[in-house]
């Protein structure tokens, strides 16, 4: 990518949620146009690259595309080619974002649903951050269903921003307390639900705890979002379920996108 290919940010906050998760947010372009759900390049001015090319890893958009800020959520690997260094950005620096947004996760690619469930594991919650801000999406649909998977309770990041900011947001909190339904689960610790989303899907916990039906490609919508495992994995259920994968040039019943791994 040439350096025009990137806007230069700057980051103006950072969250470090565990030592394996942090969030940053950093001034965005007037030029910048994205749509919620969508991911971009970013990455850091490398000054030790002999052709002072950076690295730049795929990472969706956490905030909305109507705020005036952008917001990522990121692992932190220390070995990570980006993520060694990203974890360490403060206030001040200089973030690379790229110019092309991308990504299938959309409302446009889904055909018209009742519910609509959006299925995350670890940083696959970040693009549905930006779809829950959307009022498109309430607009949609009846129900939006939130699940978050991760191990430990302490990854369940956001939980005051999912649970009291949003259901009071100005604008939004009257349609989000009518309609989001927040679900986190956690896999290595106690929890209320704990379990893998493909296993609270196939014992039906999932769908007994929130008090809908068990998921129909007639009514239901899914978006999903993690490592590559858990997609094949979810995509199986899904269509011996008899549901159709999206795509731009073809609207489906549910769209997947790989979560960013460094
Ligand atoms: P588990 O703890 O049983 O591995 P990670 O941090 O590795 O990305 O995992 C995030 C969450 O996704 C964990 O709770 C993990 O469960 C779960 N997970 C991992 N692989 C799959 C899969 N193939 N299908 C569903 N969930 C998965």
Not at 44 to 49: D, R, T
Not at 200 to 221: C, G, M, S, V
Not at 222 to 227: D, E, P, T
Request: net charge neutral; charged share 20%; hydrophobic share 40%.
């Amino acid at each position: 990518m040439n350096s025009s290919a990137y806007f230069h940010e700057t980051v103006t906050k950072v969250h470090h949620w565990t030592d394996r998760l942090f969030s940053f947010e950093a001034t965005r372009s007037h030029s910048l146009r994205f749509e919620n759900g969508q991911f971009t390049m970013i990455g850091l001015p490398n000054p030790e690259s002999p052709d002072g090319a950076p690295v730049l890893r795929a990472y969706s958009f956490a905030s909305a595309n109507y705020e005036e800020n952008l917001e990522f959520l990121s692992i932190k690997m220390q070995d990570g080619a980006l993520t060694s260094r990203l974890q360490k950005v403060q206030p001040g620096d200089t973030l690379l974002v790229g110019k092309k947004p991308t990504g299938s996760l959309l409302l446009s690619n889904l055909l018209q649903g009742k519910r609509l469930y959006l299925l995350g594991t670890g940083t696959g919650l970040a693009p549905f951050l930006s779809i829950i801000k959307d009022p498109e999406t309430y607009d949609l649909y009846e129900k939006i269903i939130l699940v978050h998977c991760v191990r430990k309770k302490s990854d369940l990041v956001y939980p005051q921003y999912l649970k009291e900011e949003l259901p009071n947001h100005e604008f939004l909190g009257a349609a989000v307390r009518q309609k989001l339904i927040y679900y986190p689960t956690v896999t290595r610790e106690p929890f209320p639900a704990q379990g893998r989303i493909t296993e609270l899907i196939q014992n039906q916990k999932l769908f007994t705890d929130i008090a809908l039906p068990a998921i129909d490609p007639e009514y239901d919508r899914v978006m999903i979002c993690g490592s590559m495992a858990m997609l094949n994995d979810l995509r199986t259920m899904l269509v011996q379920r008899k549901f159709a994968e999206g795509a731009a040039r073809q609207a489906g019943h549910f769209v997947i996108e790989r979560s960013f791994v460094d």
